[in-house]
C-alpha cells in the first residue's frame, strides 16, 4: 500500500511508504522524475515527490518543498518533536542502496546533490490539508515504472524522427537557396552580355550612319 496525498498545483504528487519495507520498493521502482525527502540524521518516513515531465529539482516551487518536508517531518517519531529539523532531498537517481545496508536503509551516490531545508516548526494547517487528501491505493509499482519507460523510450524515437525530419528539410531548404543564387548569378551575367551586345550593336550603326 502507498499514501498518495493531493498538493497545491496537480502537476505534482506526493507519496510514500506505509512502512520500512514499502520504503525498499518505492526505491526500487522509482522513476527519474521522482525526489526524495528524508528527516537528516534521523528516522523518518520516505516521501516522494514526482516531478511533471522536464521540471528539475531547482524548480520545485518553494510551497511544494515545504509540504514534503513537513510531511517527512510529522512522520518521523523523533524529527516531530524537535525543533529545526533538517530535511535532505535529492532525486531518485541519486539514492544507493548497498547489500549490507538494512531494509528501508539508503546512501547517496554523490553528496554534493543532496539539498537541504531546515523546519523550523510543525504546520498543523499544512499536515491537516495534506492528510484530509490522502489517498491509500495498492498500485503495481513494477508495472507502472516498465510501462512508464517504455513510454519514454517512444517519444524519444518520435523526437529523434521529427529531428531528422527537421534537419532534412533544412538542408532542402540551403540546396533550394544555393539553387536560387546560382540562377540569379546567370540571369546577371546574361544580362550584361545582352547589354555588352547591344551597345557595340548601336555604335556601329551609329558610325554606319556617317557614311
Known sequence: ????????????????????????????????????????????AHVYLRLPSGKTIDEIPSNIIEDCAQLVKYNSIEGNKLHGVVVVYTPWSNLKKTVDMDVGQVGFKNRKIVKSITVEKRKNDVINRLERSKKELFPNLAKEKEDHERELILKRKQAFKEQLKAEKLQRQEQELRKQELSYSRIMVEDNMTSNKDLESSTFEEYEESFL
Open 1 to 44: 500500500m502507498v499514501y498518495f496525498f493531493t498538493t497545491h498545483d496537480p502537476q505534482y504528487t506526493i507519496y510514500m511508504g506505509r512502512d520500512k519495507f514499502e520504503n525498499e520498493q518505492l526505491l526500487q521502482y522509482g522513476w527519474d522524475e521522482d525526489v526524495w525527502f528524508h528527516v537528516d540524521k534521523h528516522s523518518s
